[in-house]
């Protein structure tokens, strides 16, 4: 998982951007309920920092004669599709560091992402706090999936930042050939929160499987390699070690930072399971 500044982007005037080149009767009823907009909005921003949105009910409607189907419209329509929100879209898309999606680090964004379901809650579905730039794979596997308590919440790459301490780990499997297993192992000085939150995020996002093909094609080119430059174990380990360094200067919690770790400490890959 990766960290984005939250944007500085006013959520009012985003809605008011989206549904200003609607007619002139549906601009009205948009209007009607800016104020509430901006309430929920300033709602939203404390409940993110509080690690508290899950909170909020699920509903259809939203405020006055505004439906679910009318936000998703506005979304659809306005933002997505129409050149005056489509401005504030892409500057959504361009904060993702690299391009890379901030809730696997693996894929490149294309979308974005409602962090709080569209379908679930439409209040929130031209929130500038509530799209994060994402990846396919991530937008696509999460679906309509939201938490009903605080321990299940994902994390959210505007208000968590669990970039400082090393909570991705992976391990070798002595199989032929060789395989990764990453998994979550966090702090002992973390609440038991954030270290089910970081689980919860593992597991929704399916980080297991996706980071293991990752790691396969590497671990096949360096299985080459090693066996091309008849590389001694000695060798191996520091190779692996510096990549592991490399890697962990920049991201404690990239699937690469893990799985070069587990790499150099395994004396049975240096010795023998790399050539497998």
């Not at 979308?111 to 031209?126: I, N």
């Not at 939150?197 to 597991?203: G, K, L, N, T, Y």
């Not at 590497?218 to 430059?229: K, N, Q, S, T």
Request: glycine share 2%.
């Amino acid at each position: 998982m990766r960290v984005i500044s939250k944007p500085n982007i006013s959520p009012i005037r985003t809605y008011v951007r989206c549904y200003s080149s609607f007619i002139a009767a549906t601009k009205i009823n948009f209007r009607n309920i800016t104020r509430f907009i901006g309430t929920s909005s300033t709602d939203y921003d404390q409940k993110a920092h509080n690690k508290n949105l899950y909170t909020f009910s699920i509903h259809t409607h939203v405020q006055g004669s505004i439906s679910k189907d009318d936000m998703v419209k506005l979304y659809n329509n306005k933002m997505v599709r129409h050149h005056t929100g489509r401005k504030i879209y892409d500057k959504l898309l361009s904060l993702a560091p690299l391009s890379r999606c901030p809730f696997c680090g693996v894929g490149t964004v294309t979308t974005l992402d409602h962090y709080l379901p569209e379908a679930k809650f439409p209040t929130f579905s031209v929130l500038p706090y509530n799209l994060v730039a994402s990846c396919k794979d991530c937008n696509t596997g999460k679906l309509a999936s939201y938490a009903t308590t605080q321990n299940t919440q994902t994390l959210h790459p505007y208000y968590d930042n669990f970039t400082t301490e090393q909570w991705l780990f992976a391990r070798v499997l002595q199989t032929s050939p060789v395989s990764i297993e990453f998994y979550v192992n966090p702090p002992t000085t973390w609440s038991q929160v954030d270290k089910d939150r970081v689980q919860s995020h593992f597991d929704n996002y399916k980080l297991d499987t996706r980071f293991s093909v990752e790691a396969s094609n590497v671990l096949a080119d360096l299985r080459e390699g090693f066996i091309l430059f008849h590389s001694s174990p000695m060798d191996i380990q520091q190779e692996l070690h510096k990549e592991f360094m490399k890697y962990q200067s920049r991201y404690k919690n990239s699937w690469e930072t893990a799985l070069f770790q587990a790499l150099y400490q395994s004396q049975w890959y240096c010795n023998r399971g790399c050539r497998l």
